[in-house]
Every structure is written in structure tokens, then in C-alpha cells.
């Protein structure tokens, strides 16, 4: 029951900040939002500061819990890695929907918790991350001579900014695939270009 | 002279929004940064909301002119214009290093004038892009199937996060490429998914 309340508080808090940022965000605002008493709310959070870093800690252990996750199996191949990797960031957003925004919120205006709770995750995850893609292109899957760094930048990109757009103004685009018409063609797009062109180089080949 | 004074006002001020958003933001903030004197601001703009409207009006007609001037040469191949399209954004985030932090403040946080200034350029934008991919679509020259506003939303989103990933936080990422090495990568490997494989098809025809 206490750690329910407590959940609660932060789920709320984290729904505010993704919404406003830091500044429209305060314990007693988000122990209103989730029907808390401010004195209950104030137990557990001593100061809005003990709330926004509890919220951070929330949000990135959960985003480095499932990414971390995809490169745990060490029966998958590089290729399927990098498809769990754009799954689990998918699932990240459908499961933490704030997590995005307030991903954005620090990298625009970073808070003291930036250094110490949000870059260790993101690093860590992009290096597991470069690491897999390292791997296939020694492995001869992926396209010989592409840094692993940019890959991993290009897919993360192309999930971030979708999330963010079609979540924060789902009018700002003309038109637009459903979500899982835009995960499958990304990924289309993305496996065809990553991987090592077999096929025209043969062809290349048979020409002379 | 006069208009001289005017613009490095906006300047200054696009320079604070990109740094804290609205709400690190006021004339006299923006004056002092320019180094204008403050009623001398207050003449040119009575209000904040009247400076950031105009810091806006600014950052984004650059942008769509940029951009738009990019699908107007009738001569260029649908694949000619693409890649101009990636050089175009590449350019607005050299010549305008505040346009793509001001967005994401805007994205997270609409203002009023959101769906006024911004909405109407990013969305006419998007319409020229989506358009020229289904030309290309049309032409054989890209895959069949592919949802062109998917494709625009894949090409703009890796180049976002990565600007504003380095540029906001040098030192999140475990590594990186230099921005050209980026930008040549994901062109490669974007325009490799893009394109209909002819010559895996045929390879694929000539084992029957």
C-alpha cells in the first residue's frame, strides 16, 4: 500500500514533466494529480528535488532495464539484436510514454540529475549497442567500413523523433503510416542499407 | 542601422530561448545579451511575446525557405532531391545552431503560435518531401510499398537527434563520428534501403 502510493506519487510526477517540464512541476501538484494528500505526498518526498530525482531514477532504470536486456541473449545474432533493440524502444514508449518527453526535457535544459542518473544509462546502452553492430560487421553481416556509433545514432533517431511528434502534435504531419507500419518499414529500410549488399556485389562481379 | 539593431535583438533572443526555453526569456535578458540598450529594445518590441513571435517568424521562415528551395529545381531526380534534402537540414542547423533546440522547446511545450508560425511550415515541408518520395516511388527508382511520409519522418528523425544530441550534450554518447562522417552514413545506408534492389531481384530470379 505505502509503495503504491509512493508509485503513484511518481507516476504523476513524471505525467506533469513530461507535460511542463521542471517548471510547472511541485510535490503538492503531484500529489493533487494523483490524489494524494500533500502531507502523505510530503512523507515521502521531503522536497520537489527528492521527487524529480525519484522520477528520473524511475524512468531511466526502466528504459536500461529493457534496453539492456536485448543484448543479454547471447544465442541471437547481431541482426536480430539490432530488431530487439528497435522493439524495445518501441515497447519503451508504449509502457513509459513520458519517458520520451522528459528525455527531451534534460537534453534541452539538463538538471544536476543529467550527469549522474541519465547519461551513465544512455551511454551504456548505446555502447552495448555499438558493440552488437561492431560485432556483425566483423562477422561479415553488416556493411564493412560504417561506425557502429552512427548506426546506433540513426536508429535511435528515427524512433525518437517519430515518438515525439506523433505523441506531442499528432496534427503537425500531413499524413502518416500507423505505428507499426512506420516500426516495419523503418526497420526494412534500416536491416537493407546496414547490411552487406551480397547480391549487387556478385552481379558487380559477374559484369567483367 | 536601425534594422542592424533589430536583428541582433532577435539573435540574442533565439540564442536564450535555445538555451532555456520561454521561461529563462525576456526582452531586457535579450537586449543585455545583444547589447542594446533596453528601452531601445522596448521600442522595436513592446512586448515578449512580440520578440518571440518574431525569433520564431525568423528561425522557421529560414527553415522552410532552405528547405522548400530544395524541391523547386524540376531538373533534379527524385534521389538528387532527397539527398539535397539531408544537405538542406545539415545547412540550417550550421546556419541557424538555435532553430532545431527552439522546435523541441515548442514540440514539448506548444506556444500559441505553434499552430501558426510553426505547424504551417514543417507541415508544407513534409508535404514537398513526401511528395517527391512517391515521385521516386512512381519512377521505380524507390521501393514499392514504402509509405512516403514514413520515409520523410525516417530521414528528418535521424538527423535530429543527432544534432541535438551532440550539440546539446557533447558528451553523452561513448563515441562518434564527426558530423560529415554521420551525415554521408545515413545517406548511404537510408538511399541503399530506399532504392528498389534490382540487383538482388534479378539474382534472385536468375536461381529459378
Redesign the interface.
Same mark, same amino acid.
Given at each position: 500500500m505505502k509503495n503504491n502510493t509512493r508509485d503513484k506519487i511518481i507516476e504523476a510526477a513524471a505525467m506533469l514533466i513530461a &507535460? #511542463? /517540464?521542471l @517548471?510547472g512541476f511541485s510535490i503538492a501538484k503531484a500529489a493533487w494529480a494523483a490524489e494524494v494528500d500533500a502531507n502523505v505526498a510530503a512523507e515521502f518526498f521531503p522536497s520537489d528535488t527528492n521527487l524529480y530525482e525519484a522520477v528520473l531514477e524511475n524512468q531511466f532504470s526502466l528504459y536500461a532495464s529493457k534496453m539492456e536486456a536485448v543484448f543479454d541473449d547471447d544465442n541471437a545474432s547481431p541482426t536480430e539484436k539490432v530488431m530487439r533493440f528497435a522493439q524495445a524502444m518501441c515497447e519503451v514508449h508504449q509502457q513509459a510514454p513520458h519517458f520520451f518527453?522528459i528525455y527531451?526535457?534534460e537534453? =534541452?535544459? !539538463?538538471s544536476l540529475y543529467?550527469q549522474t542518473i541519465i547519461?551513465p544509462r544512455?551511454?551504456h546502452v548505446? +555502447?552495448l549497442s555499438?558493440n552488437n553492430i561492431a560485432r556483425g560487421i566483423q562477422k561479415g553481416m553488416f #556493411?564493412h567500413g560504417?561506425?557502429p556509433?552512427?548506426?546506433t545514432? =540513426?536508429l %535511435? /533517431?528515427?524512433? &525518437? +523523433?517519430?515518438f515525439? %511528434?506523433t505523441r506531442? %502534435?499528432p496534427?503537425? =504531419? !500531413?499524413?502518416? /503510416?500507423n505505428d507499426e507500419? @512506420?516500426f516495419n518499414?523503418?526497420l526494412?529500410?534500416?536491416?537493407? /542499407?546496414?547490411k552487406e549488399?551480397r %547480391?549487387?556485389r556478385?552481379?558487380?562481379q559477374n559484369r567483367f
Open positions: &507535460h #511542463k /517540464g @517548471y518527453p527531451y526535457w537534453l =534541452l535544459n !539538463p543529467f547519461e544512455i551511454r548505446a +555502447y555499438d #556493411k560504417l561506425n556509433a552512427n548506426m545514432m =540513426l %535511435a /533517431g528515427t524512433l &525518437h +523523433y517519430f515525439l %511528434a506531442l %502534435a496534427s503537425l =504531419l !500531413p499524413e502518416r /503510416g507500419e @512506420y518499414q523503418v526494412e529500410v534500416f536491416m537493407t /542499407g546496414l549488399q %547480391a549487387s556478385i552481379l558487380y
